[in-house]
C-alpha cells in the first residue's frame, strides 16, 4: 500500500514570501493550456507561463503563480493525478506534489542532476508511486529514492520522443512515442508501429485506455488521424478527416465521458464526441475560443472542460462551448513589452498602461481594461513601446503598425501611408515639456511631430545609422537616443555628436534604453552593462564585481520618488541606490520569470516588470500597493466594515450581497456604495447609494439579462465627521461568477 511520496529529497519552500506575503504579485493570461487533470473536486490546469489554474467543481477558479512562494515556475509541461488524489505537475527542472484535496501540503523536487539535458513532456504515477516521465531521450523512472533514464531500444521503448505515458487497469504501461507505442506489463515489452500493425502514424501523442467494465478499448491519437485497439490488441479500427468527424487529423487528447456514454477527441481542428455504442461521430466545436485544442478534461459533475493552445480554458454547456471566465487580471498577452505609468495620489490616479504583442492594457486603482485591434484604431496588437505625455496623453510605438496617439477618449493612428512617419517600427518614444514628442523608429530615423508638423532626423541629417533603438529628453532640451551597433548620439542646438565605444565611455554600441536622472545625468543601458554619463565623466557597471546581476540589459528607469535605478536584464532584475546594488531572480524572489523586457515604476514605489512570456511581476519591498484607496486609508477605516462573498456563488440567475458596517461608538455619518463591474472595470448597476446606520444589510443582485462571466462587486464607505471634514473612503472589491 502506498503510504507517501517517495522522494528521498523534498525541496523546501523558498521563504521569501512567508515574511513579505505582498511583496511580489504576478500578473498573468492564462491562455496557453498544456494539461487538465481531474481530481475528486476540482480541475487543474497546468499553463505555460500562467501557473496553475485551479477550477473546483461549481466554484471559482483561482490562479496560482509563484509569486505565492510554492510554486518553483509559471511554466508547467504536463500534469496529472494519482489514485489517492494527489496532483503531480512537470515543470522544466522539478515535478511539484499537491498533497490533499484541500490542503495546501506542496513538495517537489528537481531530476536535473540526474537528467541534465532535454525536455520534459509527459508524466504518470502508477499504484506503487513510481514516477514516469515522458522526455525527447528516454524515459525517467523514479523508484524509492532513484532516478534511472530508459532509453529507446528495438526491444523495448521504441522511440525516444515521448510524447505520452498511459496506465491502465491491468498494471500495463503505455508508451505514445515518435516513432509508434510501446507497452510494458512489468516483465515484456510489445510494440506497435506502421510497420507491424494498422497505426496511422508513427507520431502517437495520447493513449487513452478504457477501463475493462466497459471493454479495455485502446484509443489512440496520431498526428494521421484516431486508431481505436480492442483488448485482446488484435482489432484495429481507424477514423481519419475524410471518412469520419474528425475536423483534423492532427489528435491531441482523449477523453471517456461516462455521463454521455461517450468518448471526447480534440484535435488541432476542434472536438469530436464519440458515441460508444455505435461508434457514431459528431464535431462539437461550435463556441470554441480557438479550435487548437490541447486538452480534456471532465469534473465530478460531469463538467466537460477544455484547455487551448492559445485562448485560455472553455466550458461545455448543451452542446455550445463557453469560455471559463477566470481571475479579473488578465493581461492581452504574456509577452509584456512595454510599460508607461500615469500616477498621482494626489489626485487619485495610479494609472500603469502595459504594452504586449497581444494588445494593450490598462490597469487603474485595481480594475483592468484591455484594448485590442478589433476595438481600436490600432494598426496591430503587437506593442513595442509606450511613453505618457505631460498633459497625461498615451503615445502607442508598434511592430508595424506605426506610432497611435490616446488622449483618453479616442485612438488615432500614424503609419507611413497616412502621415510623413517614415517607418512603421517604432522602438521608442520621448516628449518634450511642450508636448511635442520624439519617435524613435528602426529603419526611417528619428522622427519629431509637434501635433502639424513632422520633422525627420536621418543619416543625412548627422545620425550614425538609421535604426533607432531608443529616445530621451534632458531637461535642457538635448536630444539623446540609442542605436543597435552604432552606439549613442546627442542633438544639441542643432548639432549631432556621435558617442561610441571607441571615443567614449560607452560599454558597448548596442544601447537598449536611455533614462535621464534627476540631476540630469543620462544612463545607458546596453548589451554589455550600465554606463552613466554626467556630461564629462563616464562611469560603467558590470555584473562582475559590484553591479547588475548580468550585462545583458534590456529596458530601465527610475523611481519617481526615491531616484533609484532600475534595471530589466536577460538573467533578472537590478535596482541601483548609488550605494550598492540588489537583484532579484527567480531564486530569491516571486519574480514571475528571469527574462524581464520593460520595467517602471509607479507613484508608490510598485516596481512593473514585464517579462519575455510570463505576464507583470510588481514588487514593492513594503508591501504592494495597486489601489489608491489602499494607500489612502488607514486599517481603522477599513475595520470598519465587513464584505462577504456573494451567495449562491458560481450562481445562475440572482445571487444575494451581505455587508456589515460595524459600530464603533463614533456617530459619523457613513455613505455607503454596493456598484457591480465587469471584468473591463465598466459599472453594471449601482446596488446600494445611500446613508446607513451600522448594521448588517444584504441586497441581491439580478443577473437575468447578463451574459456568462467574472464580475465584480465593490463595497465602497465614505465617512465624513463633520461638515467642514474632508471625506475619507475605503473599500473592497470581490468577485462573482455567473455561469448561465
Not at 502508477?126 to 523508484?143: E, M
Not at 549613442?488 to 561610441?500: D, E, K, Q
Not at 527567480?586 to 517579462?611: C, E, I, K, P, R
Request: glycine share 10%; net charge negative; aromatic share 10%.
Amino acid at each position: 500500500m502506498r503510504t507517501s511520496i517517495g522522494f528521498a529529497c523534498i525541496i523546501a519552500l523558498s521563504p521569501y514570501l512567508s515574511a513579505h506575503p505582498q511583496q511580489w504579485i504576478n500578473l498573468v493570461r492564462a491562455s496557453r493550456i498544456q494539461s487538465l487533470t481531474a481530481t475528486r473536486n476540482s480541475v487543474w490546469a497546468a499553463t505555460d507561463g500562467a501557473g496553475l489554474v485551479e477550477i473546483p467543481t461549481g466554484g471559482v477558479p483561482t490562479i496560482h503563480t509563484r509569486a505565492e512562494g510554492i510554486l518553483p515556475s509559471n511554466f508547467f509541461r504536463a500534469a496529472t493525478s494519482d489514485s489517492h488524489g494527489r496532483l503531480w505537475f512537470l515543470t522544466d527542472n522539478d515535478v511539484v506534489v499537491r498533497q490533499g484535496e484541500n490542503g495546501n501540503n506542496w513538495s517537489m523536487v528537481s531530476f536535473r542532476a540526474d537528467f541534465p539535458t532535454g525536455d520534459v513532456l509527459s508524466i504518470a504515477v502508477d499504484d506503487s508511486g513510481t514516477v514516469w516521465i515522458g522526455t525527447d531521450r528516454g524515459v525517467l523512472q523514479h523508484t524509492s529514492s532513484t532516478w534511472s533514464v530508459l532509453a529507446a531500444t528495438e526491444s523495448t521503448l521504441v522511440g525516444p520522443y515521448v510524447n505520452a505515458i498511459t496506465l491502465d487497469d491491468r498494471g500495463r504501461i503505455w508508451f505514445g512515442t515518435d516513432a509508434g507505442i510501446s507497452i510494458y506489463d512489468g516483465k515484456s515489452w510489445r510494440q506497435f508501429t506502421t510497420s507491424n500493425s494498422r497505426l496511422l502514424d508513427d507520431w502517437v501523442n495520447v493513449v487513452c485506455v478504457d477501463p475493462i467494465e466497459i471493454g479495455g478499448t485502446v484509443w489512440i491519437g496520431t498526428d494521421a488521424g484516431l486508431c481505436l485497439l480492442d483488448s485482446s490488441l488484435t482489432e484495429w479500427r481507424t477514423f481519419t478527416h475524410a471518412d469520419s468527424s474528425l475536423p483534423n487529423n492532427v489528435i491531441t487528447s482523449i477523453i471517456h465521458d461516462p455521463w454521455r456514454n461517450a468518448h471526447w477527441v480534440a484535435t488541432y481542428g476542434g472536438i469530436v464526441q464519440f458515441d460508444d455504442r455505435q461508434l457514431s461521430s459528431i464535431e462539437v466545436s461550435q463556441g470554441l475560443p480557438s479550435v487548437e485544442v490541447r486538452s480534456l478534461a471532465l469534473d465530478s459533475s460531469g463538467l466537460l472542460l477544455c484547455g487551448t493552445t492559445d485562448a485560455g480554458i472553455a466550458y461545455l454547456d448543451s452542446l455550445q462551448w463557453k469560455p471559463l471566465p477566470l481571475d479579473d487580471r488578465q493581461l492581452p498577452g504574456n509577452t509584456v513589452s512595454a510599460i508607461a505609468v500615469q500616477s498621482n495620489a494626489r489626485r487619485n490616479q495610479n494609472i500603469v498602461w502595459i504594452g504586449t504583442f497581444s494588445g494593450l492594457a490598462r490597469f487603474e486603482n485595481g480594475t483592468w481594461r484591455t484594448f485590442q485591434r478589433d476595438e481600436t484604431l490600432l494598426e496591430t496588437d503587437a506593442i513595442s513601446s509606450l511613453h505618457v505625455d505631460p498633459q497625461g496623453n498615451l503615445w502607442i510605438g508598434s511592430l508595424g503598425g506605426g506610432l497611435s496617439f490616446f488622449d483618453g477618449a479616442r485612438f488615432q493612428s500614424f503609419t507611413t501611408r497616412t502621415s510623413k512617419l517614415p517607418n512603421d517600427l517604432v522602438l521608442g518614444i520621448s516628449s518634450e515639456s511642450s508636448g511635442a514628442v520624439w519617435i524613435a523608429t528602426g529603419g526611417g530615423g528619428l522622427v519629431r511631430y509637434d501635433g502639424t508638423t513632422w520633422q525627420v532626423f536621418d543619416t543625412s541629417s548627422g545620425l550614425p545609422t538609421n535604426v533607432i533603438s531608443s529616445v530621451a529628453v534632458s531637461p535642457n532640451g538635448d536630444v539623446w537616443v540609442g542605436t543597435y551597433g552604432s552606439g549613442a548620439a546627442r542633438l544639441s542646438s542643432g548639432t549631432w555628436t556621435i558617442f561610441t565605444s571607441a571615443n567614449s565611455g560607452l560599454s558597448d554600441n548596442r544601447v537598449t534604453g536611455i533614462a535621464v536622472e534627476s540631476d540630469g545625468s543620462l544612463w545607458f543601458s546596453t548589451y554589455s552593462g550600465i554606463c552613466r554619463f554626467d556630461g564629462s565623466t563616464w562611469e560603467t557597471f558590470h555584473a562582475k564585481g559590484e553591479g547588475p546581476i548580468s550585462d545583458y540589459i534590456k529596458a530601465l528607469a527610475f523611481g519617481q520618488r526615491d531616484s533609484v535605478l532600475w534595471l530589466a536584464t536577460r538573467y533578472g532584475v537590478s535596482a541601483y541606490d548609488k550605494k550598492e546594488w540588489k537583484s532579484w531572480t527567480t531564486s530569491n524572489s516571486g519574480l514571475a520569470m528571469n527574462d524581464v523586457n520593460a520595467v517602471a515604476v509607479d507613484y508608490f514605489g510598485n516596481v512593473w516588470l514585464g517579462t519575455n512570456g510570463a505576464g507583470l511581476s510588481v514588487f514593492n519591498d513594503r508591501g504592494v500597493v495597486l489601489d489608491v484607496q489602499d494607500k489612502l486609508t488607514g486599517p481603522q477605516l477599513t475595520a470598519k466594515f465587513k464584505l462577504e462573498q456573494n451567495f449562491p456563488n458560481p450562481f445562475n440567475a440572482s445571487t444575494r450581497v451581505r455587508y456589515t458596517i460595524r459600530d464603533d461608538g463614533t456617530r459619523q455619518n457613513t455613505h455607503v456604495t454596493l456598484r457591480i463591474y465587469d471584468v473591463l472595470g465598466r459599472e453594471i448597476v449601482t446596488l446600494v447609494d445611500e446613508e446607513q446606520q451600522p448594521g448588517t444589510y444584504e441586497v441581491e443582485f439580478n443577473a437575468n439579462d447578463r451574459t456568462s462571466g467574472v464580475y465584480l462587486y465593490r463595497l465602497q464607505m465614505a465617512l465624513k465627521p463633520f461638515a467642514s471634514a474632508p471625506i475619507h473612503s475605503a473599500s473592497e472589491t470581490k468577485k462573482m461568477l455567473l455561469l448561465k
